[in-house]
């Protein structure tokens, strides 16, 4: 089974600085999500990604197969970004389609 | 609907009873999934549909849980004899394919008191 770590769990930030949250896997995927959760449980994906890089708008997704890592960026950080933000991997196999979730990373965004 | 709908929002109910909870997946969706969401934690897989079949039901706990899409469409998680750890927002999602990207649900938030 696919071990998801995130990182970190909480992050405080003002509003304008640039984040980044890290997740690693421990074993070879077909694909990575990201996706973000706000409270009351509504999740929305942001970007599902297999290889190299992803932007939309403030949004930026990286992924390094060879390294099991991926980041997300967000740019000029917002209060409205606070949220947990989640990854979740798709794999081993290219015929799999369950998705091994982490615990989520908690973003504050002060005004 | 323009996404998933998950019915009911809130469920509270009694140690043993029974529960149903709804899923409604994206008009023409294939593939329809379960998930759970303890407190604090990332969901976690229970059951996973494509069209009609429970293509993969590994995730789910033990045999007090059961899942039905008889007809391709409106899934319903059946909880019997319901237990405190039951407790839980449980999530659905569903896609176009299995390799496609997953809508998901509002949830439905069980407390089992």
């Known amino acids: 089974k696919n071990e998801v770590e995130q990182s970190p769990q909480n992050l405080t930030a003002q509003e304008g600085e640039f984040i980044t949250i890290n997740c690693s896997y421990s074993?070879?995927?077909?694909?990575l999500h990201w996706l973000q959760q706000h409270p009351g449980g509504g999740i929305v994906s942001l970007f599902m990604?297999?290889?190299g890089k992803k932007k939309h708008g403030r949004l930026i997704a990286t992924i390094n197969i060879q390294e099991k890592h991926s980041s997300l960026h967000i740019t000029a950080s917002h209060p409205r970004d606070s949220a947990v933000y989640i990854c979740a991997v798709k794999g081993p196999g290219a015929g799999s389609y369950q998705l091994t979730f982490g615990k989520g990373t908690k973003l504050s965004v002060i005004p | 609907g323009a996404g998933v709908s998950q019915t009911p929002s809130n469920k509270v109910t009694e140690k043993g009873k029974y529960v149903e909870l709804r899923c409604d997946p994206i008009?023409?969706?294939?593939?329809l999934y379960w998930y759970r969401q303890s407190l604090g934690q990332g969901p976690e897989f229970l059951i996973y549909?494509?069209?009609?079949?429970?293509?993969?039901d590994s995730g789910l706990p033990n045999d007090r849980f059961f899942a039905v899409r008889p007809e391709g469409s409106v899934s319903t998680l059946k909880i019997q004899r319901t237990e405190r750890g039951d407790s839980a927002v449980y999530l659905c999602a569903s896609s176009f394919g299995g390799q496609e990207t997953q809508y998901f649900g509002p949830g439905t938030r069980l407390l089992v008191l």
């Open positions: 008009s023409g969706h294939t593939a």
């Open positions: 990604l297999s290889s």
């Open positions: 549909f494509q069209g009609t079949g429970a293509a993969d």
């Open positions: 074993v070879g995927i077909s694909a």
